[in-house]
């Protein structure tokens, strides 16, 4: 019983640390898109929504593929299920960003440094939920 805990923990930190990862790739995509949209004349806020639906996209994929090895067939609803299992993590997400934006002039001249912020600060829960409902085996 004692291997099995420590085996499910393993496996656990395991799929924890290719989360990051792929979360580290969603970051790129995120800043990488709202640095675009700005550049084309989008607001912090619009641009971000935009980026935002970007990197969850991206990472969708790359958790399917790389982290979690699904094989639901059922593509378009299971990029339904971790777009809205991970919108409590989003809206924790783009709230950070938003409150430090609007608060902080370090953070309205440097808007990528609040897209990490509010990517730390929606990871954990992110995890937790697509491992537990959406590609939970």
């Not at 898109?33 to 994929?61: M, N």
Request: charged share 10%; glycine share 8%; proline share 1%.
């Amino acid at each position: 019983m004692m291997a099995e805990t420590e085996s499910s923990r393993s496996t656990t930190r395991i799929l924890f640390l290719r989360f990051a990862l792929v979360g580290v790739a969603g970051f790129l995509v995120d800043a990488g898109t709202l640095t675009l949209a700005l550049s084309l004349g989008a607001d912090l806020y619009t641009g971000r929504i935009f980026s935002f639906f970007c990197a969850v996209t991206a990472t969708w994929y790359m958790n399917r593929i790389f982290t979690f090895a699904s094989r639901d067939p059922r593509l378009l609803r299971e990029w339904g299920r971790f777009a809205s299992a991970n919108a409590v993590g989003g809206l924790i997400n783009y709230a950070t960003y938003a409150l430090l934006v609007s608060t902080i002039g370090l953070f309205a001249s440097y808007p990528i440094i609040a897209v990490a912020a509010g990517s730390l600060a929606g990871l954990l829960w992110n995890f937790t939920v697509s491992h537990k409902l959406v590609f939970a085996k």
